[in-house]
């Protein structure tokens, strides 16, 4: 019988395949992203049974923490499976009080490649997103060029396997494609928050993956009476149902959902497994647009 990972399907990550339930380690740090986990063995027990349950797609990046998710990853799962792809983000950093800022000069960008490199202990990096930083919240146009180029000219040095994009608009996707091989875009998408739609049929035309972060709102989770009521009726939690619309709204759509509980882990693993009836599906198509509020 096939496991909620397998029925999610898979879809190409460059020139891999990876299952489209995938993990994001970003909750695995301490409170704000900043410091060590307060209890470091569970955060371990969760990326073992992350691998342990079929999951072949990890995000992180050294900047969480900083440099503690990467270091857990390493501890954890190293040496690693050979179908095991890690992507993760360079393009900023954190001060002593752990605020997020800009780190895109060409030299804080390598840095961040080799720091990547020796937290994760790696030989190569499988997938690097540039993350644009000119507005932290959200994408704001402004040329990307520089720092796209220099993570082409990591590529060329063998340190960078494939390159992708992350809060940026449809126009910096497209810049970023004339300077190199886009394999994913790494934007804000969820249920309630559907600003990508286009983008995301754009990139499923070109056959390029989308890889929604905060795909169940984030710090503050999505909360609908809609999604509420849809969940009860399926026997499901709220959060399984904004994951299986997520699975259903494209194929080129891997999802990074994350958190520092085995038992989550499992119930979001689970959502490849729900079935969302036609009807349903209309209900939960209509919440971005309509106007009850969506925290």
Not at 253 to 259: A, C, Y
Not at 278 to 284: F, I, N
Request: proline share 5%.
């Amino acid at each position: 019988m096939k496991t909620g990972i397998e029925k999610s399907g898979s879809y190409k990550l460059g020139s891999r395949s990876v299952r489209r339930l995938g993990y994001g380690a970003m909750q695995l740090a301490g409170p704000g992203v900043f410091g060590p986990p307060k209890d470091p063995k569970a955060a371990l027990a969760v990326l073992r049974e992350v691998v342990e349950s079929g999951v072949n797609h990890i995000d992180t990046a050294d900047f969480y923490g900083p440099h503690i998710t990467n270091q857990l990853i390493r501890e954890a799962l190293s040496p690693y499976r050979d179908d095991l792809l890690i992507g993760t983000k360079i393009g900023a950093r954190r001060d002593a009080d752990g605020a997020w800022l800009p780190a895109a000069s060409p030299q804080e960008l390598t840095q961040a490649v080799h720091d990547n490199l020796r937290n994760l202990g790696r030989d190569v990096l499988d997938v690097v997103n540039f993350r644009s930083m000119l507005n932290a919240h959200h994408p704001v146009e402004g040329s990307i060029e520089e720092a796209v180029s220099t993570l082409a000219e990591l590529q060329h040095q063998g340190l960078v396997r494939h390159i992708g994009v992350s809060n940026v608009t449809a126009a910096q996707v497209a810049q970023a494609r004339r300077i190199a091989e886009i394999v994913c875009v790494q934007n804000q998408f969820n249920l309630a928050h559907r600003a990508d739609d286009a983008l995301v049929d754009g990139l499923l035309r070109d056959g390029i993956a989308y890889v929604p972060f905060f795909p169940l709102g984030g710090f503050t989770r999505l909360q609908s009476d809609t999604l509420t009521g849809i969940a009860r009726q399926l026997g499901a939690s709220p959060m399984q149902v904004a994951l299986a619309w997520l699975l259903r709204r494209a194929p080129n759509i891997l999802l990074i959902p994350g958190t520092s509980s085995t038992i989550h882990l499992q119930e979001n693993l689970a959502a490849g497994e729900l079935v969302l009836p036609e009807d349903a599906l209309g209900v939960l198509d209509a919440v971005g647009q309509q106007s009850e509020p969506v925290h």
